[in-house]
């Protein structure tokens, strides 16, 4: 059973940086894409980046220019670099990857964002 394991949420001012790591408990058959999705409170879980085939990568206008995705140190890991975070960014970050069509989910991973 594959387990997506988040870490690096925190709470952090506004402006600051933080860098969320997610990794694989064990090799992902096919994976294809791995991503990170945050969820704020009363709304619907939405996509913050993600990186396709460990090349391609699309971000959330509204982080575009902000944070950063890449493929962590290790196999079927990634690594989400946020800078000059806002209060908009607070949320359950969750991890997520997709493997010969079947996607995983971590448990998530609070970021708190004061003014």
């Known amino acids: 059973q594959v387990q997506l394991a988040e870490s690096g949420g925190g709470s952090v001012q506004a402006g600051g940086s933080l860098k969320l790591p997610c990794a694989a408990s064990?090799?992902?058959?096919?994976?294809?894409?791995m991503a990170w999705y945050r969820q704020a409170p009363g709304k619907q879980r939405e996509l913050v980046a993600r990186?396709?085939?460990?090349?391609?990568?699309t971000y959330a206008d509204s982080v575009q220019g902000r944070f950063t995705i890449s493929e962590g140190a290790a196999k079927n890991a990634v690594d989400l670099e946020m800078d000059k975070l806002k209060p908009e960014n607070t949320g359950v970050y969750f991890c997520?990857?997709?493997?010969?069509?079947?996607?995983?989910w971590g448990q998530g991973t609070q970021v708190t964002v004061s003014a």
């Open positions: 997520y990857a997709r493997g010969l069509g079947e996607p995983f």
């Open positions: 064990t090799r992902i058959l096919g994976i294809s894409e």
């Open positions: 990186i396709f085939e460990g090349l391609q990568t």
